[in-house]
C-alpha cells in the first residue's frame, strides 16, 4: 500500500477565523493577562459555566494547575489519594505537589477508566480523595463511585482532562463531583495555547471558589485597588487573556466537533477488525481513540512507514522509575503494553478515515 503523501496527524486544532480575528483583537487590546480574573477570562468562566452548568468555575492556566489546587485546598498532606495509573503523569504529580501519597488503582478493561471495586479495596483509614479520569473522554462509573466515597467519606476530584463535552447521567461533565477539572490546550476538544479551569459544586462552591482565585494568583486576597494581602500561599496559575479569547470561540464551537469525533468513533469500532479497541459510548467527547495490539513496536513502526501518526497513551503510572511499586496492577499492565492511540480530530478526512482503516485492518489481519 502506497504511503499517503502527508502523514495524517494525531492530533490536530480545528479553527478559523474566528478564533485568529479573537487572539489579534486581544493582542490589540494590550491587555494580555490579569491574575484577577477579569476581562476574557472571566467572560470564559461565565461561558463554561452555561456550558456544564456547574456551580462555580475557576479558569487557570493548564489542566495540571487545576488538579495541584483542587487538591491544595482539600488539605490532602499526609493523606493517601486514590488514583488510576492509566493517566498522563500530572494526575499524579498533581497528589505530591500537595504532599498526598497516590495510592495506584487498577481500570476497567472495556474502558481504561477506575475500577471501582479495586479503589474500594484499596480504601484505608488514611485516605482522604480519589481522582477518576474520563479515559479517552468515556465518562467514569461515577455512580458506583460516588457511592463508595460516600460510605468513606472521601473527597471526589474528576480529571475532565479528556472529557470537554462529554456526559453522564444526561449531564453534560462538570457537574459530577465536588470539584472537576479541564485541560485545554491545542489536542484538546476545547483547543487554547494553554489554559484549565475547575468547576465547582455542592453547598462550599463560593467558598472554595473565593479560596481558589486566591491560589491561582499567588494568595492574592483582600485587594482593594492597587492594594492587597497575601493570606496564602499561592501560585502564578492565572489564565491568559489570549487563550480566554481563543477559548470562547473554540466552546461555541464543541457540540459541532465533538459530534465530528464521534462519528469518526463510531466508523472505528464498526469497521476496525480487531477485538480489542475501545468501545462507542455516545456520551463520549473522544479526545483520543485506541486500540489494543500485541506487538506494538512493530504496529507503530508500520504505521508510521504507512504515514500515519500514532501514539501510546500511557504508560503505567505505578511502573515508572519516580513512582515503582510493588503493587500489581494487571489490568493497567496489560493495556498499559498494548495501546496504541491512532488520529482522532475533526480536521480528519473521510479519505483519511478510509486509509486509517484499510491500513490498521491488513497490518493486523
Same mark, same amino acid.
Given at each position: 500500500?502506497?504511503?499517503?503523501?502527508?502523514?495524517?496527524?494525531?492530533?490536530?486544532?480545528?479553527?478559523?477565523?474566528?478564533?485568529?480575528?479573537?487572539?489579534?483583537?486581544?493582542?490589540?487590546?494590550?491587555?494580555?493577562?490579569?491574575?484577577?480574573?477579569?476581562?476574557?477570562?472571566?467572560?470564559?468562566?461565565?461561558?463554561?459555566?452555561?456550558?456544564?452548568?456547574?456551580?462555580?468555575?475557576?479558569?487557570?492556566?493548564?489542566?495540571?494547575?487545576?488538579? @495541584?489546587?483542587?487538591?491544595?485546598?482539600?488539605?490532602?498532606?499526609?493523606?493517601?489519594?486514590?488514583?488510576?495509573?492509566? $493517566?498522563?503523569?500530572?494526575?499524579?504529580?498533581?497528589?505530591?505537589?500537595?504532599?498526598?501519597?497516590?495510592?495506584?488503582?487498577?481500570?476497567?478493561?472495556?474502558?481504561?477508566?477506575?475500577?471501582?471495586?479495586?479503589?474500594?479495596?484499596?480504601?484505608?483509614?488514611?485516605?482522604?480523595?480519589?481522582?477518576?479520569?474520563?479515559?479517552?473522554?468515556?465518562?467514569?462509573?461515577?455512580?458506583?463511585?460516588?457511592?463508595?466515597?460516600?460510605?468513606?467519606?472521601?473527597?471526589?476530584?474528576?480529571?475532565?482532562?479528556?472529557?470537554?463535552?462529554?456526559?453522564?447521567?444526561?449531564?453534560?461533565?462538570?457537574?459530577?463531583?465536588?470539584?472537576?477539572?479541564?485541560?485545554?490546550?491545542?489536542?484538546?476538544?476545547?483547543? +487554547?495555547?494553554?489554559?484549565?479551569?475547575?468547576?465547582?459544586?455542592?453547598?462550599?462552591?463560593?467558598?472554595?471558589?473565593?479560596?481558589?482565585?486566591?491560589?491561582?494568583?499567588?494568595?492574592?486576597?483582600?485587594?482593594?485597588?492597587?492594594?492587597?494581602?497575601?493570606?496564602?500561599?499561592?501560585?502564578?496559575?492565572? +489564565?491568559?487573556?489570549?487563550?480566554?479569547?481563543?477559548?470562547?470561540?473554540?466552546?461555541?464551537?464543541?457540540?459541532?466537533?465533538?459530534?465530528?469525533?464521534?462519528?469518526?468513533?463510531?466508523?472505528?469500532?464498526?469497521?476496525?477488525?480487531?477485538?480489542?479497541? +475501545?468501545?462507542?459510548?455516545?456520551?463520549?467527547?473522544?479526545?483520543?481513540?485506541?486500540?489494543?495490539?500485541?506487538?506494538? $513496536?512493530?504496529?507503530?513502526?508500520?504505521?508510521?512507514?504507512?504515514?500515519?501518526?500514532?501514539?501510546? @497513551?500511557?504508560?503505567?503510572?505505578?511502573?515508572?522509575?519516580?513512582?515503582?511499586?510493588?503493587?500489581?496492577?494487571?489490568?493497567?499492565?496489560?493495556?498499559?503494553?498494548?495501546?496504541?492511540?491512532?488520529?482522532?480530530?475533526?480536521?480528519?478526512?473521510?479519505?483519511?478515515?478510509?486509509?486509517?482503516?484499510?491500513?490498521?485492518?491488513?497490518?493486523?489481519?
Amino acid at each position: 500500500m502506497a504511503p499517503m503523501k502527508k502523514t495524517i496527524k494525531l492530533f490536530s486544532p480545528k479553527f478559523d477565523n474566528k478564533e485568529i480575528t479573537a487572539a489579534v483583537n486581544a493582542l490589540k487590546s494590550s491587555h494580555w493577562a490579569s491574575g484577577d480574573g477579569k476581562g476574557k477570562v472571566g467572560e470564559f468562566e461565565r461561558e463554561f459555566l452555561d456550558y456544564t452548568k456547574a456551580g462555580e468555575c475557576v479558569a487557570v492556566n493548564s489542566g495540571s494547575a487545576a488538579l @495541584h489546587l483542587a487538591l491544595d485546598v482539600l488539605e490532602i498532606k499526609n493523606h493517601e489519594v486514590l488514583v488510576p495509573a492509566l $493517566t498522563f503523569i500530572a494526575t499524579v504529580h498533581s497528589i505530591v505537589y500537595s504532599g498526598g501519597k497516590p495510592v495506584f488503582v487498577d481500570v476497567d478493561p472495556e474502558t481504561g477508566c477506575l475500577d471501582p471495586n479495586d479503589m474500594e479495596g484499596k480504601i484505608t483509614r488514611k485516605t482522604k480523595a480519589a481522582i477518576p479520569v474520563h479515559f479517552g473522554g468515556i465518562p467514569c462509573n461515577m455512580n458506583e463511585i460516588k457511592n463508595i466515597s460516600k460510605q468513606h467519606d472521601l473527597h471526589i476530584v474528576t480529571d475532565a482532562a479528556h472529557a470537554c463535552g462529554a456526559s453522564y447521567n444526561n449531564k453534560k461533565i462538570g457537574t459530577e463531583a465536588e470539584m472537576v477539572c479541564f485541560s485545554y490546550h491545542p489536542v484538546k476538544n476545547i483547543a +487554547m495555547p494553554k489554559g484549565g479551569a475547575i468547576t465547582i459544586n455542592g453547598n462550599k462552591g463560593k467558598q472554595l471558589r473565593n479560596k481558589l482565585n486566591s491560589l491561582r494568583w499567588c494568595g492574592i486576597g483582600n485587594r482593594k485597588g492597587s492594594f492587597y494581602d497575601i493570606v496564602s500561599l499561592g501560585y502564578n496559575y492565572y +489564565m491568559d487573556e489570549i487563550s480566554a479569547a481563543i477559548g470562547i470561540e473554540q466552546l461555541k464551537k464543541i457540540e459541532i466537533s465533538n459530534n465530528i469525533r464521534k462519528k469518526i468513533a463510531k466508523r472505528y469500532n464498526q469497521e476496525l477488525k480487531i477485538e480489542e479497541k +475501545m468501545p462507542f459510548c455516545k456520551n463520549s467527547s473522544y479526545h483520543l481513540y485506541w486500540i489494543r495490539v500485541k506487538n506494538r $513496536t512493530r504496529f507503530m513502526k508500520s504505521m508510521s512507514a504507512n504515514g500515519i501518526e500514532v501514539g501510546s @497513551h500511557y504508560s503505567a503510572a505505578h511502573l515508572m522509575s519516580l513512582y515503582k511499586s510493588n503493587v500489581k496492577l494487571s489490568v493497567t499492565e496489560q493495556m498499559a503494553s498494548e495501546i496504541v492511540t491512532i488520529p482522532m480530530h475533526p480536521n480528519l478526512t473521510n479519505n483519511e478515515i478510509d486509509y486509517i482503516l484499510k491500513t490498521i485492518n491488513q497490518l493486523v489481519k
